[in-house]
């Protein structure tokens, strides 16, 4: 028996599109005349009821019930809950990761700053040596041994040097302003070149330098 593309598709109840890949695989025979194409079947296909053509009926799905549903739901719900732990271990681990980091340059920091700060005590501490020594050279405080009649000469002029000591007993001070004006004399020896220091004693020249700042009282 021929049938055309047509009369098979409605006869067996299939599209055109499977239809061509059967023919194209070679699962149908079929000639070509007068430039129709026909398919061939065998009789006891065609006299087949249409039932044993067709594929048997797929049994009925199970309905969905809401404890299904539930079911589901819940499965969905754990697996959303790993996720979620899985997630918040990672955070937790890159939050360590970047306060590790942080800690880390904190602690490179802090070593340079320290290294810097030592070297700069050091250079600090070699220009202070320089420059007390060069203090010292340059000083006057180191003068020519006064005479031992220094007495004689304690009052006698301001235009000479004079002994502060002495110096201070012919103002009208009372003891604790003595004391006061030494002290602020003893305090600034090492860096005023006005201050002369002798034998353990201090000394004024009133000839060449002015001390009235550190007469105040």
């Avoid at 320290?114 to 007390?132: A, G, H, I, M």
């Amino acid at each position: 028996m021929q049938l055309t593309l047509d009369e098979y598709s409605k006869k067996f109840k299939m599209s055109k599109e499977m239809i061509n890949s059967k023919l194209r695989t070679k699962k149908l025979n079929y000639i070509v005349e007068d430039d129709t194409l026909y398919i061939i079947i065998d009789d006891e296909i065609s006299d087949t009821p249409k039932e044993s053509t067709m594929q048997p009926k797929s049994l009925s799905k199970p309905k969905t019930t809401v404890a299904m549903v539930l079911s589901l739901y819940q499965k969905e719900n754990l697996q959303l809950k790993e996720k979620i732990v899985q997630l918040e271990k990672k955070i937790d681990k890159l939050i360590d990761d970047k306060e590790q980091m942080l800690r880390d340059e904190m602690s490179k920091i802090e070593k340079v700053y320290s290294t810097k700060d030592e070297q700069l005590k050091q250079v600090l501490e070699l220009l202070n040596t320089k420059l007390l020594a060069q203090h010292h050279t340059n000083a006057v405080h180191d003068v020519e041994p006064l005479p031992q009649t220094q007495q004689a000469i304690e009052v006698e002029d301001k235009n000479k040097i004079i002994e502060l000591k002495s110096y201070l007993k012919t103002l009208d001070l009372e003891a604790y302003q003595r004391k006061i004006i030494k002290k602020r004399f003893l305090t600034v020896y090492d860096s005023d070149i006005r201050v002369i220091k002798q034998n353990g004693k201090l000394y004024l020249d009133f000839a060449k330098y002015d001390y009235s700042d550190l007469l105040e009282y």
